[in-house]
């Protein structure tokens, strides 16, 4: 059974810092999304992540995924008041999604 | 990209009730999926919508309590049977892309009293 975990679930951060949110999986995937939601919306797609080494960037945001190691992060740099939200990562499994628990990511000024 | 519409938004429905909620896509696509979301929790896959035939259901959740509906490639209805309070939650509706990309409904917020 294919198990997604994430960490941290709460991240408080001061504006203009950096942090990176983890996510760690139980069984081989080559595909791995990340995911970010605001309150009372739905999920709005930030990174698809498709082979080893694959790394995307978007704005302050940065993804990667090391398939050995079953491991993506989620990298976030200088962090402004507008990144608040819950960010999830998940896990390709015959085209269906396994989700972590979720980040709940709070930036303060 | 794929625009997903969902209906209703949200509904506030009583106990012992039962209630439909459509996906419509703005393109055909191959695969749709129903997702649920607890308060304040991940998601979770109900079951995958097939194009004419049943649905392929997850652990957990059964087709009495979940029928599915796919008369097409743009559209799905999943339908939450005899409610409880426990059935509050968002569904949300997905569709895949041959690009590898997954993209999601923005949800029907249903709360049971």
């Known amino acids: 059974e294919l198990k997604v975990e994430q960490n941290p679930l709460f991240l408080s951060m001061q504006e203009g810092k950096n942090y990176t949110i983890y996510c760690n999986y139980s069984?081989?995937?080559?595909?791995l999304y990340w995911y970010r939601q605001d309150p009372g919306k739905s999920l709005e797609s930030l990174f698809v992540l498709l082979s080893n080494g694959a790394v995307k960037q978007e704005g302050r945001l940065m993804a990667s995924l090391d398939t050995k190691a079953r491991l993506s992060t989620l990298h976030i740099t200088a962090a402004v008041h507008d990144l608040s939200a819950t960010y999830f990562c998940?896990?390709?499994?015959?085209?269906?999604?396994?989700f972590g628990a979720g980040t709940i990511l709070r930036v303060k000024s | 990209s794929a625009v997903i519409s969902q209906k209703p938004s949200r509904d506030i429905c009583q106990r012992g009730t039962s209630l439909t909620i459509q996906c419509q896509v703005d393109?055909?696509?191959?695969?749709m999926f129903w997702y649920r979301q607890q308060p304040g929790q991940s998601l979770t896959l109900i079951a995958t919508a097939n194009q004419g035939s049943e649905a392929t259901y997850e652990s957990g959740f059964v087709i009495d309590k979940f029928p599915i509906s796919r008369p097409n490639l743009t559209f799905s209805t999943l339908t939450v049977s005899n409610m409880s309070p426990e059935d509050s939650s968002i569904y949300l509706c997905?569709?895949?892309?041959?690009?590898?990309?997954?993209?999601f409904g923005e949800g029907s917020r249903l709360t049971v009293l």
């Open positions: 997905s569709v895949g892309l041959n690009t590898g990309e997954l993209f």
């Open positions: 069984t081989t995937s080559d595909r």
């Open positions: 998940a896990v390709d499994r015959y085209h269906k999604l396994v």
């Open positions: 393109s055909q696509v191959t695969m």
